[in-house]
């Protein structure tokens, strides 16, 4: 299906000056005709009979013509068929006039998902918006126009296993828009409802490719070589590969993905008090090899100074009672409380 732009169709207010012009001939012609025709007798009643019907007709089957008058704001557009067939949409804001006899058509102009643009008024003035994928009936000012403008899809959170199985939460905001207004209208039957699962499905197939932080051994790229990648680490790099993915689904459609953002990402519920005690664990671990290997340093260059000065010479075993205490005292958690000996060395 192509998309047809109705260009020639913007004479929306010469058609209602023409409309309320034919209005008031037709009045003009009911009260003349009438007179005319109702009240004299001869050649000329009629023609006034018969002006008095046209005026009537044209009255009675005038308001018609004022179906065909549309009003397009700045990014709305109108799809339009005839009898069932597609003749065009109107894209550009202004004031049409079409055939009376077409109907704008909208599969999705029902339904509301959490997003931006679906916004309603409940009865004491305040705005609502949805929560959540539910469907609800529109306000009336939205109609069955088609909303070019740029939208945010905030899909509810997600629970997903990484590549390493750890459940996961993840949540992910979708900014999208209407780009073929007769692929988003005929190729799928509801344009949100599709982009929608289509987001949930991209997540969840992007997601399994990578571990919630950096793992050994874990190739996310496909190139059969182990990486960095992870989902708390390579945020951007996921949110682009989840965007491409979901582009490829709904191209379809007629949607263009602009940007796709992790809102919201943590370990699962049930093992997040685990986690975090692996996550100190590992910390704690890096922190003291950072510390012993400060240490042996240390213990190595006092060594090789005390040697290459002759401060003092000692053997082996010495040597070793002397690295041990160095070491207890560099790598202890608290400060050292030394014991002086005044006596001999030996």
């Not at 005026?55 to 308001?63: A, E």
Request: neutral net charge; charged residues 20%.
């Amino acid at each position: 299906m192509e998309e047809k732009i109705l260009n020639k169709n913007k004479n929306g207010m010469p058609m209602l000056l023409f409309i309320l012009a034919l209005h008031l001939a037709a009045i003009a012609a009911a009260i003349i005709g009438g007179i005319n025709g109702l009240n004299e007798s001869g050649p000329k009643a009629p023609w006034g009979i018969a002006l008095f019907v046209i005026g009537l007709i044209v009255l009675c089957l005038g308001w018609i013509l004022f179906c065909g008058l549309k009003v397009l704001r700045p990014q709305e557009a109108l799809v339009l068929t005839l009898f069932g067939k597609y003749i065009g949409t109107l894209k550009e804001d202004g004031f049409y006039w079409v055939n009376p006899f077409c109907s704008a058509l909208n599969p999705a102009a029902e339904t509301k998902l959490k997003q931006s643009g679906d916004v309603g008024s409940s009865g004491n003035g305040l705005l609502q918006i949805s929560s959540g994928n539910e469907h609800a009936p529109v306000n009336a000012g939205t109609g069955k126009k088609i909303s070019l403008k740029i939208m945010t899809l905030n899909n509810s959170r997600q629970k997903i296993n990484d590549c390493l199985g750890n459940p996961i939460e993840i949540g992910i905001a979708v900014m999208w828009r209407v780009t073929d207004t007769a692929k988003a209208v005929f190729n799928v039957d509801n344009y949100k409802e599709y982009l929608s699962l289509q987001c949930d499905s991209a997540l969840r197939n992007i997601v399994r490719m990578y571990p919630y932080d950096v793992a050994e051994n874990v190739d996310t790229t496909g190139d059969g070589q182990a990486d960095e990648g992870s989902l708390r680490g390579s945020s951007e790099v996921v949110a682009e590969r989840i965007r491409k993915e979901i582009q490829n689904k709904v191209a379809k459609a007629g949607l263009e993905i602009i940007e796709a953002r992790i809102t919201y990402l943590a370990y699962a519920p049930e093992i997040a008090a685990v986690m975090l005690q692996r996550q100190q664990a590992s910390a704690i671990i890096d922190a003291r090899k950072m510390i012993v290997d400060g240490a042996v340093g240390m213990v190595e260059m006092a060594l090789d100074r005390l040697s290459a000065k002759e401060v003092v010479q000692l053997d082996e075993e010495r040597k070793a009672a002397m690295v041990s205490n160095l070491l207890v005292v560099l790598c202890g958690n608290r400060d050292a409380q030394p014991i002086v000996n005044s006596g001999s060395l030996y």
